[in-house]
């Protein structure tokens, strides 16, 4: 690959930034995703298969770089027991904040407490654009 890796997170529309936004003030340093998801691109702006080291291009819904990330460490978890690390890392206040949101997000699935997603943990490196106009 030529270039560095790209996510851009989920937003309820177009213009909801309020992810790469909590990314740039440093209370999001962590994001889950279906083991089957994560590891496949889901278009030229989010490449999946993130690993410790890589470093990522964060972008926002309109396709716009907002900042730029490190992968820190990857793993599975099980939906019903979601470390402290991963639901703080996410923003949330608990665990059952983290799983509740994550049915809200994704109605298409049976989120059993067996379920696995993986959780990619990172730090922020650089921030290129907190406010755009548009």
């Given at each position: 690959?030529?270039?560095r890796?790209?996510?851009?997170?989920w937003?309820?529309?177009?213009?909801?930034?309020?992810?790469?936004?909590?990314?740039?003030?440093g209370?999001?340093?962590?994001?889950?995703?279906t083991?089957?998801?994560y590891?496949?691109?889901?278009?030229e702006?989010?490449?999946?298969s993130y690993?410790?080291?890589?470093?990522?291009?964060?972008?926002?819904?309109?396709?716009?770089l907002?900042?730029?990330?490190?992968?820190?460490?990857?793993?599975?978890?099980?939906?019903?027991?979601?470390?402290?690390e991963?639901?703080r890392?996410?923003t949330?206040?608990?665990?059952e904040?983290?799983?509740?949101?994550?049915?809200?997000?994704?109605?298409h699935?049976?989120l059993?407490?067996?379920?696995?997603?993986?959780?990619?943990?990172?730090?922020?490196?650089e921030?290129?654009?907190?406010?755009?106009a548009d």
């Amino acid at each position: 690959m030529n270039r560095r890796k790209r996510l851009t997170f989920w937003g309820a529309d177009e213009n909801d930034d309020s992810l790469p936004r909590s990314v740039m003030d440093g209370r999001k340093t962590v994001t889950a995703d279906t083991v089957e998801d994560y590891y496949k691109p889901y278009n030229e702006y989010c490449d999946g298969s993130y690993e410790p080291g890589d470093v990522i291009e964060v972008y926002d819904l309109k396709q716009r770089l907002r900042c730029i990330i490190r992968a820190t460490k990857v793993y599975t978890i099980e939906f019903g027991n979601i470390p402290e690390e991963v639901w703080r890392g996410e923003t949330f206040s608990n665990a059952e904040e983290f799983r509740q949101c994550h049915i809200r997000c994704m109605p298409h699935l049976d989120l059993h407490d067996r379920f696995q997603l993986v959780t990619l943990h990172f730090e922020l490196v650089e921030i290129v654009a907190r406010d755009i106009a548009d």
